[in-house]
Structures are given as structure tokens and as C-alpha cells.
């Protein structure tokens, strides 16, 4: 009883919160109209047909007058029937996939279970015909074509990024673009396929411990399903810590100047997409020539690169 007040107490100081900092963008941030949205995703180079797996900042945009569904219709306009758009739902009730493994009883359940990955996929997660797949941490959200491809055989792969997961079938699709709006190249989870795919051969040993954690599907089946948490000090140096605004910069450059990198505004916020077969392959290709995302500045600097 004094639990569920709690709650309710604790949910509606939430959507006060939420009003007033949306009520201070609409004052203080440039107008955004959904069809400018999606003038400027077509001038950025998002075609219709395109698979775009999508990590985002609304507040970047500016206010986006019809808050995060406009984005949402946004892209799907700027895809269309033919294309798909993933979000990422992951779902971390530990804060890190090392103390989500810690907690006693939990079982994620989508129907039950939001995500912690901001607004854009809080909504899209609502929307109507997304598909979710079923991960305990890192559950995806798809919408499109091949929605239901694209998610349904996460909770059978060997892992995270593995055969069957939304990121090896992204890989398949035949125009994939990993796409930033209003983010810099720091929370993008398209790195991590790399990791996966190179096993033992990536550079550094970017994994500790393995888990299964279960899940619960529509038909309240039970699966286990594994999980591996990250090397604690390394993801202290990695590109989306807060103190690696260098990595960030370093990538965004090295992209750009390879010519896979598209950058432009979509709205008001510095937006980017990469090619998802061009990301993986110039990903290994850094990373032979010893260059991750867990690079340290000595590394990175022009003496220490072989061309
Ligand atoms: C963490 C992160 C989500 C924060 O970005 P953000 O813009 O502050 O947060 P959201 O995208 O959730 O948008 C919410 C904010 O939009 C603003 N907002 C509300 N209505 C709005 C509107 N109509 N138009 C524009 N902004 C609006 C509010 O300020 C709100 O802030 P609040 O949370 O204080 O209420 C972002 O920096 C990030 O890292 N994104 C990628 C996440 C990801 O994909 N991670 C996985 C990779 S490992």
C-alpha cells in the first residue's frame, strides 16, 4: 500500500518535472516542425527504403512541435513502407548490465518493462505496429517492413549482438545506416558488434562476466537468455564515457574523412549516419591497426597510427 503511494507520488513528480523542462525548451529553443524534420533527414541523406537503427537526443532538435511522435512520423515518412527503423529499448533496472545481473527475481517482461534509453524510444515503444524483441538488457524496438524479422529471434541468440540478433539482421538489410540525431558518435551500440564478431581476435578483453537472465514472452514462456557484462575499466575509457570527448572527435574526423560519415543538421541538432556494412568494415580496419573505442590519447595521436 504505502509502496504503490510511492509510486504514484514519484510518477507524478516525474510528469511535473517533464512539463516544466518541456515547457522551458518550447520558450528557449528554435521551432522544429515535423515536416522540417523530415526535409532535413532527406537533405542528410536518409532515402525512402533506408533501415536506420536510430540513437537520439530530442532535446538537441530544438522543440519539436509534437514532441517525440512527430520525430517518429518524421522518419518513417523519410523511409517509407518499404523501410524500417529500429530504436534501441533497452531496459537496465541495475543502471549497467553488471548490476542488472545482480538483482534477485528480476525477469524482464516487455509488457511490463519500459526503457531507460530517453524519449524518442519511450514513445516509438508505444507506437503503433512496433514490434520489440525479447532481451533483458538490451532489447531493440523495430518498426517497418521488417519489424518483425528484425526482433523476433534476439532471446535465441548466442548473444547480445550474435546470429538472430536485430544488429545481425540489420546487417542484412540492403540500405542499413547506423543514424545520430542530435548526438555525437559517443552512445552508438553498433560498436559492440565488432567485439562480438571479431571473439577472442578483438584487441582488448572488453568482456567479464557471463549471466542468463530470463525473459518472458507473450505466451509467458520462460527463456534464459545470455548476457555478458563489460570490463569495468575499460568502459571507463571508452567513446561514450563523459571524459572522452577526444574519442569522440577522433571518430567523428577519422569517418568523415574516410567519406562514409554524413553530417548535417536535422533541426537544430548536429546529426550524422554511417553506412552499416561501411561502419563495420572501416571498424575492423581501425581496430587492425589498433584503434577502438577504448583507444587511449596516446593512440590516437598521428605518430602512433599506421597507415
Ligand atoms: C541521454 C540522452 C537520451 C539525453 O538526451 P536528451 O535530449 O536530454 O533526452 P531525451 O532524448 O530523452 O529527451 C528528453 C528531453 O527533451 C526535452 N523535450 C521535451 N519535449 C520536447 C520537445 N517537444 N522538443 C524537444 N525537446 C523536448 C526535455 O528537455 C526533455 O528533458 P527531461 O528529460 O528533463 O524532461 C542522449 O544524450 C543520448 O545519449 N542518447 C542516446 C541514447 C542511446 O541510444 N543509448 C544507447 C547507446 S549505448
Excluded at 510518477?11 to 518541456?22: C, H, Y
Excluded at 528480476?106 to 525479447?134: N, W
Excluded at 536485430?166 to 540492403?174: G, L, S
Excluded at 552508438?188 to 578483453?205: M, N, Q, S
Aim: proline letters at 7%; charged letters at 20%.
Amino acid at each position: 500500500m504505502l509502496r504503490s503511494v510511492k509510486n504514484l507520488i514519484k510518477s507524478a513528480l516525474e510528469q511535473l518535472n517533464r512539463q516544466r523542462s518541456a515547457q522551458k525548451v518550447k520558450q528557449e529553443a528554435q521551432h522544429i516542425s515535423q515536416q522540417q524534420l523530415v526535409e532535413d533527414l532527406n537533405r542528410l541523406g536518409i532515402e525512402q527504403g533506408d533501415t536506420v537503427f536510430l540513437h537520439s537526443s530530442l532535446r538537441s532538435l530544438g522543440y519539436v512541435e509534437g514532441g517525440p511522435a512527430a520525430v517518429i512520423a518524421a522518419l518513417q515518412q523519410s523511409v517509407g513502407p518499404d523501410g524500417n527503423i529500429l530504436l534501441p529499448a533497452y531496459y537496465l533496472p541495475g543502471g549497467t548490465i553488471d548490476a542488472t545481473c545482480q538483482l534477485e527475481d528480476y525477469q524482464f517482461d516487455p509488457r511490463i518493462h519500459g526503457t531507460h534509453m530517453g524519449r524518442l524510444p519511450e514513445t516509438f515503444l508505444k507506437s503503433a505496429g512496433v514490434k520489440r524483441s525479447l532481451h533483458p538488457t538490451h532489447s531493440v524496438a523495430a518498426w517497418g517492413k521488417d519489424a518483425d524479422y528484425l526482433t523476433n529471434g534476439h532471446h535465441q541468440a548466442p548473444s547480445v549482438f550474435g546470429e538472430g540478433s536485430p544488429w545481425q539482421r540489420f546487417m542484412e538489410m540492403p540500405q542499413a545506416k547506423v543514424l545520430g540525431l542530435g548526438i555525437s558518435m559517443g552512445p552508438v551500440t553498433f560498436y559492440h558488434l565488432l567485439e562480438d564478431t571479431l571473439g577472442d581476435a578483438f584487441p582488448l578483453p572488453v568482456w567479464e562476466k557471463k549471466h542468463q537472465l530470463p525473459c518472458i514472452d507473450a505466451n509467458d514462456k520462460v527463456w534464459q537468455v545470455p548476457v555478458r557484462s563489460y570490463n569495468k575499466d575499460l568502459a571507463r575509457q571508452r567513446i561514450d564515457h563523459p571524459s572522452r570527448d577526444d574519442l569522440r572527435q577522433y571518430f567523428m574526423k577519422e569517418f568523415q574523412q574516410a567519406g562514409y560519415l554524413k553530417s548535417g543538421k536535422v533541426g537544430a541538432g548536429d546529426s550524422w549516419f554511417i553506412p552499416a556494412s561501411d561502419f563495420l568494415r572501416h571498424l575492423k580496419q581501425l581496430s587492425s591497426e589498433g584503434i577502438t573505442i577504448y583507444a587511449n590519447p596516446e593512440q590516437l595521436s598521428p605518430d602512433a597510427k599506421p597507415k
